[in-house]
């Protein structure tokens, strides 16, 4: 079985920074691609950002980009999204995933396993 635990959510203000961890179970870590993605109240999910399998590659929505890192370390299983100059539109419940063998980074149909979501708040 494959699990992925986020962590690190929380309520800031706008322009706060905040980490989010993701911890996974599986014992091939490292092969596959991890996603984040989010989802606001009455809204559908959305892609955020993802690396790949050896953290070579990044990738970003453009509603992010220049203010979310994505980065992943192999050696403790664990993707981290560093999210700086946060705005309340950012405000949702952050998901990771693992993506699939193929597949683009983007789309939520190529990702196989999710985990529960934590919830980040930002305030104006």
């Known amino acids: 079985q494959v699990q992925l635990v986020e962590s690190g959510g929380g309520l800031v203000q706008a322009g706060g920074s905040l980490r989010l961890s993701c911890a996974a179970s599986g014992r091939t870590f490292s092969m596959y691609a991890l996603g984040w993605f989010r989802q606001a109240p009455g809204k559908e999910r959305e892609f955020v950002a993802a690396?790949?399998?050896?953290?070579?590659?990044?990738y970003y929505a453009d509603s992010v980009k220049g203010r979310f890192t994505i980065s992943r370390d192999n050696a403790k299983n664990t993707v981290y999204l560093q999210m700086t100059s946060l705005k309340p539109e950012d405000t949702a419940v952050y998901y990771c995933a693992r993506r699939r063998v193929s597949g683009d980074y983007y789309s939520t149909s190529n990702y196989g396993y999710w985990g529960q979501g934590t919830q980040v708040t930002v305030s104006s």
């Open positions: 690396i790949s399998g050896s953290g070579g590659s990044t």
